[in-house]
């Protein structure tokens, strides 16, 4: 068969590399893509929210699955027009896509359903925004509603900074994004990122990841797109796993059906372990980044039959339970970013980076490529503000994190900036 994956970061290189050793695949073809997925499969240079480009190229490529990975398009409804046109999609509805779209949404589902989250109110205007502040105390957490690519949330430290920030946001600070706001209580707790691969009835949960927001060593400075991750994530124990099956999986998947938006896809479940227990920070509808990279990396089954089965729905609950046998106890897992100088503020574009060839080959190393073009005499070079994704397993957690440093070692490229502590929380 043959696949189209949508999408040009390291989480779509992770997704293609996979699904390339698929025995069940002949071709992969990529749009945008980039220079180090091209050499999985030939790249069309359609933009990865070009809706009605990637339509058309869908209907001259015909592919036998079209694999989607990041939110604009799904969030503009691009499964929808592909669905419409009789192809297999992974991924969500733009309906049921709104869970990453509009956060007021989310809460408001959650709300009907039952799911444990921050207690919040949604709001256009600064009085009553005020007024629901009145009932909560500091730090106070305030989110533009729609997409702000990933910058959208600010946690302010007192109530002056929060009004402050209140007026910025109302009046336009993320644009159309911010024109409503969520304002929510401030959980205190550990984070993790959980993947649900489901057909809209069935699931399979992937093993938990934790991901490293902040630019600085030990979690400081400012919040970028993920400096690295790793899984499985010990916080997340078989008890918590279970209820966050229990508590949160279930209940979104039933009654998202149940309202008519069925989810199909990958439900990223954003977690705070609270001394309650666990509760959703946020809902996205697509793999993280860097969460995908170590995802794949360390997932021994053909992920191909498990992305069609979501994608076509229908498979019986008992077969779907089998798609991934090996989840239940995965190998660890890192991946290290690598990013360009400026990151997360404008990032130098253009240094050279060298040997990249021979550090992609240590023993259990991948590195894939977030942000890398090709010179004029065939070098990469950097090209975006997460260039490289260093990903290695090991048998643990150490053996992994000490491959995938070994493996920066040895890439040239001074001007590389990245966090020596991946993985700390679980070392
Ligand atoms: P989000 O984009 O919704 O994931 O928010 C970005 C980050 O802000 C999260 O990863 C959390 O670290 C933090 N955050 C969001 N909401 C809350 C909350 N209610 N309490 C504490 N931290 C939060
Ligand atoms: N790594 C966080 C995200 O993908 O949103």
């Known amino acids: 068969m043959n696949i189209l994956i949508i999408g040009s970061g390291g989480r779509e290189h992770a997704l293609a590399w996979k699904i390339a050793q698929s025995p069940l695949v002949d071709t992969i073809w990529c749009a945008p893509g980039s220079p180090a997925m091209d050499l999985l499969g030939p790249c069309f240079d359609v933009a990865a929210d070009d809706v009605e480009g990637l339509q058309k190229l869908a209907l001259q490529l015909e592919p036998d699955l079209i694999v989607i990975g990041p939110e604009a398009p799904l ?50 205007d600064i009085a009553s925004a005020k007024a629901f502040l009145d009932t909560l105390s500091a730090p106070f957490v305030l989110k533009a509603d729609g997409l702000a690519a990933g910058k959208g949330v600010v946690i ?7 009004d402050a920030e209140l007026s910025e946001m109302l009046s336009g600070k993320f644009g159309g994004a911010s024109a409503e706001l969520v304002i929510e209580e401030f959980m205190e707790g550990e984070e993790a990122s959980i993947f649900v691969m489901t057909d809209g009835i069935n699931y399979l949960t992937l093993p938990a990841a934790q991901d490293h927001k902040r630019i600085g060593e030990g979690d400081t400075g400012p919040n970028t797109g993920g400096m690295g991750a790793y899984a499985p ?13 229990e508590e949160i999986t279930v209940p979104m998947l039933r009654g998202m059906a149940g309202d008519g938006m069925p989810y199909r896809g990958v439900l990223y479940i954003g977690v705070m372990v609270t001394a309650d227990g666990p509760k959703v920070v946020e809902f996205n509808c697509r ?27 229908g498979m019986r609950a008992r077969e779907f339970a089998q798609l991934l046998p090996a989840e239940e106890s995965p190998k660890p897992a890192v991946t290290v970013v690598m990013a360009a100088p ?32 090709l010179d004029a005499d065939g070098n990469f070079i950097a090209n975006g503000g997460r260039v490289l994704n260093i990903t290695a397993t090991g048998d643990t957690l150490r053996e992994a994190v000490d491959r995938a440093y070994a493996a920066i070692g ?12 991946i993985g700390w929380r679980a070392l």
Not at 410 to 421: A, K, Q, T
Request: proline letters at 6%; charged letters at 25%.
């Open 233 to 245: 994530a010990p916080v997340m124990t078989p008890e918590l796993m279970k209820r966050v099956e």
């Open 75 to 124: 969030a503009k409804g691009l499964a929808d027009f592909l669905r419409a046109r009789g192809f297999d999609v992974f991924g969500p509805s733009q309906a049921a896509a709104q869970l990453e779209a509009s956060k007021g949404f989310a809460k408001d589902r959650m709300a009907a359903y039952g799911v444990p989250t921050a207690r919040y109110g949604r709001f256009t």
């Open 156 to 162: 302010a430290a007192t109530r002056e900074e929060a």
């Open 287 to 313: 793999f993280g980044d860097p969460e995908c990279q170590v995802l794949m990396m360390q997932m021994e089954a053909d992920i191909v039959p498990a992305l069609l089965a979501c994608a076509t729905g």
């Open 342 to 373: 400026g990151y997360p503020g404008t990032p130098e574009k253009g240094s050279v980076i060298g040997n990249l060839h021979h550090a992609g080959h240590g023993e259990g190393v991948m590195i894939f490529h977030a942000g890398t073009a």
């Open 410 to 421: 040895e890439i040239d490229w001074p001007e590389g900036v990245y966090r020596r502590d």
